[in-house]
């Protein structure tokens, strides 16, 4: 049976929030929504993209659908949805309050370079009265940072009070393959770095920063080409700076310069056609020189590495890829610049090759690269997921059922999940007093009462054998019978009565789907004859005496592996052997039928022994979740021990 995460995955979505008519190559971020959706898709997640304007477009890449985020549930149902990832767009505190409404995680995708974005910010103001400070938008449980902003996790914690985790950075080559064609009017063989063009000795040196913010500028780069221009004049061509900034005091800067006409300057073009044109346009030797401020990761060096082009950079984060040079170190700079002139066609085919190797580093299909993203998901679905109702069981007869009372009541004040009583009686006269008692303690929609057939209570009687405990008649053997009377529910937590539930049971049960326990109960290490047969049955092998008075069942696996059965012959060996075979009636023939089966539970589940040992602790006591007067001495008899626990 799937784990709680499983389910959660198979029947709710993730949604990927972006902004209406998100242009592909405006920046990076817009295909990295694309890639995340891809990437989750890949591993079975079912994903939306979301946008907050209303009538969204269709996704320009495969036109996919994009649907409208928003309060009003007639348009958007959060309750398709476990998870939501803003990436271009944030949501507002109105949505994320609907959002936890419903138990849905919120996960920003941060995937640009806020801490500078805000210090910028900081000293200048907001740009066109618009704010991208991250302290603006608090609307979410968490944050995923790609690599190159780790020098920012501790930053953004602070900033949002939300915690922080680094996930890989995501690319494949599949957008700009299918839409460079496009761009160019040719066939994408001719975007491929050509040595063969090279007929002159000379370079163009070529950048592409986007020049709008302090951590991406083509600024060094041009003072490295103004270095490598006065000390080799003659290898310099042209040194071609695009996106160039447009107000005046850049060209009076760059004017000052000794490139003088050799520096040309160009508003944006896509890199599709700049590739192109220094490919076969050109037959000089492009170097593409890149210099960025703690933004280490970006799609340009993915395009440019991916099609073969020598790029010098300052990124300690791309492992050998390109031709590295330190910080803002324009000499190392100039020397790599010369290092790519006179060697790249050379190694070019190397050169690509390991580039090839770094770049499965980000590729959304890559299976470590979904490992990540799995686990990272895996723990937000635990985190935020609403814990499956928890369905309680007892076996009751006319005479115990009215003990039912402070147990059911204490499941229903301490429980934070959904509970749902089930009960199962030894006659179905039984049946109409039960529920008219449980009317007086819950809703009648929160608990449900059956009777055990005839033909069962015959065959339970007819292998019973009186034990010590002579209070415990046949039907005490019905709880073998609880998963078929119960099987509409998928997991039973089986008790009894004679116990007290002190605090939450649900990170049992989160646990219990989670790890998709199907048969687990507390040690108890009680019980001499149990014990003795345990080892004779599994000889050479560690047994245990487990007290199944709190007991989790999955159904279907016990029905289908027929653990009744198994433990209906064993309780006929007990019946052979005249109650010399085990001990606890139900409890010994499951331990010995099923030892092997049997997950051990944490003892703050069933702390035990509270209806015959005195001197128990308080500090046991205070510290048990469910509290067990296994014994004769109940709460509720006149020699009862321990009387000051059992209340709600």
């Given at each position: 049976m799937a784990s709680l995460t499983d389910i959660v995955k198979r029947e709710r979505k993730i949604g990927i929030v972006v902004h209406d008519k998100a242009v592909l190559f405006s920046n990076g971020i817009v295909q990295n929504a694309y890639f995340l959706y891809q990437c989750f898709e890949s591993m079975g997640y079912r994903?939306?993209?979301?946008?907050?304007?209303?009538?969204?477009?269709p996704f320009e890449h495969k036109r996919m659908s994009v649907q409208h985020i928003t309060t009003d549930e007639r348009?958007?149902?959060?309750?398709?949805?476990?998870?939501?990832?803003?990436?271009?767009?944030?949501?507002?505190?109105?949505?994320?309050?609907?959002?936890?409404?419903?138990?849905?995680?919120?996960?920003?995708?941060?995937?640009?370079?806020?801490?500078?974005?805000?210090?910028?910010e900081f000293l200048r103001g907001m740009k066109d009265g618009t704010t991208a400070y991250m302290g603006e938008s608090r609307n979410i449980d968490e944050q995923w940072l790609i690599p190159c902003y780790h020098h920012a996790l501790d930053y953004v914690e602070m900033?949002?009070?939300?915690?922080?985790?680094?996930?890989?950075?995501?690319?494949?080559?599949?957008?700009?393959?299918?839409?460079?064609?496009?761009?160019?009017?040719?066939?994408?063989?001719?975007?491929?770095?050509?040595?063969?063009?090279?007929?002159?000795?000379?370079?163009?040196?070529?950048?592409?920063?986007?020049?709008?913010?302090?951590?991406?500028?083509?600024?060094?780069?041009?003072?490295?080409?103004?270095?490598?221009?006065?000390?080799?004049?003659?290898?310099?061509?042209?040194?071609?700076?695009?996106?160039?900034?447009?107000?005046?005091?850049?060209?009076?800067?760059?004017?000052?310069?000794?490139?003088?006409?050799?520096?040309?300057?160009?508003?944006?073009?896509?890199?599709?056609?700049?590739?192109?044109?220094?490919?076969?346009?050109?037959d000089c030797t492009p170097i593409f020189v890149s210099h960025q401020v703690l933004n280490g990761l970006n799609y340009l060096y993915y395009e440019l590495l991916y099609y073969g082009f020598p790029l010098v950079h300052n990124s300690p984060m791309m492992d050998g890829c390109g031709y590295f040079y330190p910080e803002t170190d324009i000499k190392a700079c100039v020397e790599q610049i010369l290092y790519a002139f006179k060697h790249h066609d050379k190694r070019v085919e190397t050169y690509k090759e390991n580039a090839r190797e770094y770049l499965k580093r980000v590729d959304p299909l890559d299976p470590g690269v979904q490992k990540t993203f799995d686990q990272m998901m895996t723990a937000s679905i635990v985190k935020n997921a609403p814990s499956p109702a928890l369905p309680v069981c007892f076996i009751v007869d006319e005479g115990i059922y009215l003990h039912l009372e402070l147990i059911c009541k204490s499941l229903l004040t301490r429980v934070t999940i959904p509970t749902h009583i089930c009960v199962l009686t030894n006659d179905e006269k039984n049946m109409a007093p039960i529920s008219a008692f449980m009317d007086t303690i819950c809703k009648k929609d929160s608990y449900t009462v059956k009777a055990i057939s005839e033909h069962h209570m015959k065959l339970l009687n007819s292998l019973y054998v009186e034990e010590a405990r002579?209070?415990?008649?046949?039907?005490?053997?019905?709880?073998?019978?609880?998963?078929?009377?119960?099987?509409?529910?998928?997991?039973?937590?089986?008790?009894?009565?004679?116990?007290?539930?002190?605090?939450?049971?649900?990170?049992?049960?989160?646990?219990?789907?989670?790890?998709?326990?199907?048969?687990?109960?507390?040690?108890?290490?009680?019980?001499?004859?149990?014990?003795?047969?345990?080892?004779?049955?599994?000889?050479?092998?560690?047994?245990?005496?487990?007290?199944?008075?709190?007991?989790?069942?999955d159904t279907a696996h016990w029905n289908a592996n027929k653990y009744t059965q198994l433990c209906l012959e064993v309780v006929d060996t007990q019946r052979?052997?005249?109650?010399?075979?085990?001990?606890?009636?139900?409890?010994?023939?499951?331990?010995?039928?099923?030892?092997?089966?049997?997950?051990?539970?944490?003892?703050?589940?069933?702390?035990?022994?509270?209806?015959?040992?005195?001197?128990?602790?308080?500090?046991?006591?205070?510290?048990?979740?469910?509290?067990?007067?296994?014994?004769?001495?109940?709460?509720?008899?006149?020699?009862?021990?321990?009387?000051?626990?059992?209340?709600?």
């Open positions: 994903c939306q993209l979301l946008c907050p304007e209303a009538t969204p477009h348009i958007f149902d959060p309750r398709e949805y476990h998870t939501i990832i803003t990436v271009t767009r944030r949501i507002t505190k109105e949505i994320y309050a609907l959002l936890k409404h419903h138990k849905v995680g919120v996960i920003s995708l941060v995937c640009g370079n806020n801490y500078m974005y805000d210090q910028e900033i949002r009070k939300k915690p922080a985790f680094l996930v890989p950075h995501l690319w494949s080559p599949e957008i700009i393959r299918e839409y460079a064609p496009l761009a160019i009017h040719k066939p994408e063989a001719s975007l491929f770095y050509n040595r063969e063009k090279r007929k002159t000795k000379k370079l163009n040196i070529v950048m592409l920063e986007p020049n709008l913010n302090l951590f991406k500028t083509a600024w060094l780069p041009i003072v490295a080409s103004e270095k490598l221009y006065m000390d080799h004049p003659d290898l310099v061509e042209f040194v071609y700076v695009f996106n160039f900034p447009e107000h005046d005091h850049a060209y009076r800067m760059t004017d000052a310069l000794s490139l003088g006409p050799k520096l040309r300057k160009f508003q944006r073009k896509s890199v599709a056609e700049i590739m192109h044109f220094f490919n076969n346009e050109s002579k209070d415990i008649t046949g039907f005490g053997y019905a709880q073998l019978l609880l998963p078929e009377y119960f099987a509409e529910h998928k997991k039973l937590l089986v008790m009894e009565p004679d116990q007290i539930v002190q605090a939450d049971l649900a990170p049992l049960w989160r646990d219990v789907w989670e790890k998709n326990i199907k048969l687990g109960a507390v040690d108890y290490n009680l019980g001499d004859a149990t014990l003795r047969t345990l080892s004779h049955v599994y000889p050479g092998k560690p047994v245990k005496a487990y007290n199944t008075g709190v007991m989790v069942v052979a052997q005249k109650g010399t075979y085990y001990n606890f009636y139900a409890e010994g023939a499951i331990n010995i039928a099923l030892q092997p089966h049997i997950v051990e539970l944490s003892s703050i589940y069933n702390t035990c022994n509270l209806g015959w040992a005195e001197g128990i602790s308080k500090e046991i006591l205070d510290k048990g979740v469910i509290l067990h007067w296994n014994g004769t001495r109940k709460p509720w008899t006149s020699d009862g021990l321990y009387k000051s626990y059992y209340k709600v």
